[in-house]
């Protein structure tokens, strides 16, 4: 049974394959994926909160059960303000694990209802990418063709040439 709704959080600057490819598994096993990009002013961004949902929406408009949100504050209000059944945690290794778990517990305390997190191991070919190296190594002239979708590179080439 799919769970009728389900969020998969985060800064998404920029948003990376390794993202993509937990939204589209998400996808297959939740009625409704709402990727949440969450306002976090003290990060400097590369990309403002608009034109990194407007990437994602791009990258994903062949899910029709993806929409993109964006929230700030605590996550766990926002889950239980809308309520989502689950909430998507990707995870590339073992360090990722051991933040993500003790999120994921301090979480569970905050829901008003019934919420499980369900991790998801990034795809291994995307394992060690992050949305900061893919931003550094871009920025230094290094390739990272393959690692984001096509049309968050074209953003990428573009800001990086307006700098």
């Known amino acids: 049974?799919?769970?009728?709704?389900?969020?998969?959080?985060?800064?998404?600057?920029?948003?990376?394959?390794?993202?993509?490819?937990?939204?589209?598994?998400?996808?297959?096993?939740?009625?409704?994926?709402?990727?949440?990009?969450?306002?976090?002013?003290?990060?400097?961004?590369?990309?403002?909160?608009?034109?990194?949902?407007?990437?994602?929406?791009?990258?994903?408009?062949?899910?029709?059960?993806?929409k993109v949100d964006m929230f700030s504050g605590l996550l766990a209000d926002y889950v239980n303000q809308n309520g989502f059944d689950v909430v998507i945690r990707g995870l590339r290794a073992t360090m990722d694990f051991e933040y993500e778990i003790q999120m994921a517990q301090m979480n569970a305390r905050l829901y008003k209802d019934d919420v499980e997190t369900v991790f998801l191991m990034t795809d291994p070919q995307f394992s060690f990418i992050s949305s900061s190296m893919a931003k550094e190594v871009h920025q230094l002239g290094g390739s990272i063709q393959g690692l984001v979708p096509d049309n968050v590179l074209e953003a990428m080439d573009k800001k990086v040439k307006s700098l």
């Not at 598994?25 to 009625?31: K, L, P, T, V």
């Not at 003290?42 to 993806?66: G, H, Q, W």
């Open 1 to 66: 049974m799919k769970a009728s709704k389900a969020l998969y959080a985060g800064s998404f600057d920029p948003l990376t394959n390794g993202h993509l490819d937990i939204i589209r598994r998400a996808s297959r096993m939740c009625g409704e994926v709402v990727v949440g990009v969450i306002i976090n002013m003290s990060k400097k961004s590369m990309f403002s909160f608009e034109e990194r949902m407007e990437m994602i929406r791009k990258a994903t408009e062949d899910l029709p059960n993806v």
